[in-house]
């Protein structure tokens, strides 16, 4: 990695960012949606399957949610890096990039609740994106779509702040203070970065999944009543179900964005990385 990357990085405008958020959120879920299916499972206490027709149900909607959302964190997280530089196109501190990365992701949790609502309901039903939805509005209203909002502004700021934040930093200190190889860091950087979004917002992203799939808050109803009670049923523990493929896919995630955005940036834009 070069390491000026980040300084011309941030002269790509809101429509380039857009541009490779949503390409590399279609290449993210394309490889890690088996994972995002495994640990919904998981938090539901539904049974284990390898059977790819189930495994990839929703993996549409989560294309849709996961293109959308880097789409907007991408250009949301530059736009926060700019505003804590004043405008000026220098080098961040770590503790810039890490900010910078929340704040772009607590904002995009608007879009990403509503599309993982579905997504839930249609790897619990199947169905389409479109009669999905449709259904959930003509039972529970369109604010429902909505559900978890909360939980998922949170978790999408904490998972930013790793993706965008923490794993770069990691990567950029050990390029220039440690003779490793690029692609060791890169790897240490996508598990550091990919740990601590996972271990910190799984407990929120735990209640928005109960949330989300109970719809009718038959069990589940507001965000602080789900927390309580999935504390009393088996204690802490009960808000890291599917921790570990959670943690796998954010490790991944980490990795593929991050490549994604050096490898990209300078090929659809080579007259602002030249």
Known sequence: M????????????????????????????????PLVYWKVASQQKLPFT???????????????????????QFPLTALSSKIITKGKTRRLTDNEMILSGFIGGSLSGIICAPLELVMIQQ??????????????????????HFRGLITSCGREGIYTAG???????????????????????????????????STLSHPLDTCKTCMQSDINKEKYKSTLQTFNRLTKENGISS??????????????TVFILNECKQFLSPLFFPEIFN
Request: proline share 2%.
């Open 123 to 144: 790897q619990k039903l199947g169905g389409s994106l479109i009669n999905t939805s449709k259904q959930i509005i003509n039972k529970h209203g369109f604010k429902n």
């Open 239 to 252: 808000l890291f179900r599917g921790y570990y493929w959670r943690t796998g896919k954010i490790i991944f």
């Open 50 to 72: 390898f059977n790819p027709k189930i495994f990839y149900r929703g993996t549409f909607t989560n294309m849709c949610s996961m293109s959308l959302l880097t789409g907007v």
């Open 2 to 33: 070069e390491n000026n990357f980040y300084e011309k990085y941030q002269n790509l405008n809101s429509k380039q960012n857009i541009f490779l958020g949503i390409v590399s959120g279609i290449i993210d879920i394309s490889l890690t949606q």
């Open 163 to 197: 993706y965008l934040g923490l794993g770069p930093v990691i990567t950029r200190n050990l390029d220039e203070n440690y003779n490793y190889s690029k692609t060791t860091n890169k790897i240490l950087g996508a598990i550091g970065g990919g740990v601590f979004a």
